[in-house]
């Protein structure tokens, strides 16, 4: 029986080495994975069966490379990783013939990428967001930041579209740059006065994100998710943060959070692996995308979801799934490595 043919796009992430564990560890099959990446670094290069080097996902060549790639190595399913390459894979998904890709429609996609929609879809639905402003300019920034309370209030900076805290920024009157200069780490995000933030714009006219800084714990709501309903999912926690990344997760049981994600996912229609993001009572992002898992002996999330994707399983055997989510779960990531000779 041939084995069961995986391509991972983005398989540098620090979530994949994990990923690769799970879907290898389905207690079902053989499968075999093929890891693709911008990077030639990426770890995927040394922990799938095979490895292609592709354009990143802005590229007018993204698509054509990943259908290339998928008739030669006979791949089954697509598994995207990242945000920058779920709208191309959305648009051309009927490219790739029988291979399932398991994205979301153009329309979810588009509306969950762009921070602006997502806090506009928010709002319209009921759902707690950020107070927010779309602004474009140093001055729209400046005036923006105002109205929403500062300098008593902090606020924060975000591009429109991003990934993984690229780009945000807490903007605060009481912003200490020297103290930053002798105690943070290299790469640690900074605090900006208003000023700062309004002098690095200058003329840059690059639309933006000004909106309300929500503190609280973080959130999430995993899960796997069929014409806008969801199938199988939970909470977690997200926290120990270190690099913009989250490095401890604990599963909840929270109706509340549940309720929710169903109603974002059902305005978005949304279809196959999702992620919602809260900082305390406030949504802050939507990824329609496969995230960091909490896995467990017995609910292998990654691989349920895409045996529901071949059709493999059906919508009511996946959500009985829903039975065995334990919220005594917890992860812990963390740093590892692998040596080898260059050839």
């Not at 606020?155 to 912003?175: E, M, T």
């Not at 305005?267 to 999702?274: A, I, K, N």
Request: hydrophobic share 40%.
């Amino acid at each position: 029986m041939r084995p069961l043919t995986i391509l991972l796009t983005a398989s540098g992430v620090p979530g994949c080495p994990a990923l690769i564990r799970a879907l290898r560890e389905n207690g079902e099959r053989e499968v075999r994975l093929v890891g693709t990446d911008m990077s030639e670094l990426a770890i995927g290069r040394h922990f799938c069966d095979a490895f292609h080097l592709v354009p990143p996902g802005s590229d007018p060549g993204f698509t054509d490379a990943l259908v290339e790639i998928c008739g030669l190595e006979r791949v089954d399913a697509v598994l995207p990783q990242s945000s920058f390459e779920l709208l191309p894979l959305a648009e051309d998904k009927q490219r790739f013939g029988e291979t399932a890709v398991l994205v979301a429609g153009p329309e979810a996609v588009r509306r969950s990428n762009d921070k602006a929609e997502t806090y506009a879809l928010l709002d319209a639905i009921g759902v707690r967001g950020p107070a927010w402003r779309r602004v474009s300019g140093a001055a729209a920034v400046d005036a923006a930041a105002r109205e929403l309370g500062y300098p008593d209030d902090d606020v924060a900076f975000k591009p429109l579209i991003s990934s993984g805290s690229r780009g945000f920024r807490i903007v605060s009157a009481s912003a200490d740059r020297r103290r930053q200069l002798f105690e943070n780490r290299p790469g640690v995000a900074e605090a900006l006065r208003l000023e700062e933030l309004v002098e690095l714009l200058s003329n840059d006219e690059t639309e933006a994100l000004v909106m309300e800084l929500v503190r609280g714990p973080e959130r999430t709501i995993d899960g796997i998710a069929g014409g806008g309903r969801i199938l199988l999912g939970h909470p977690k926690t997200r926290e120990e943060m270190r690099a913009g990344l989250a490095m401890y997760f604990q599963t909840l049981d929270d109706s509340g959070l549940m309720d929710v994600a169903a109603k974002i996912a059902g305005e978005l229609e949304l279809g196959h692996f999702f992620n919602i993001q809260l900082v305390g009572d406030a949504v802050i992002e939507i990824n329609p995308r496969i995230s960091t898992v909490v896995y467990q002996d017995d609910l292998n999330l990654p691989y349920l979801g895409l045996k529901h994707a071949l059709g493999e399983l059906g919508d009511d055997e996946l959500a009985a799934y829903a039975a065995r989510v334990r919220p005594t779960r917890k992860a812990l990531r963390y740093f590892d490595q692998v040596e080898w000779d260059s050839e």
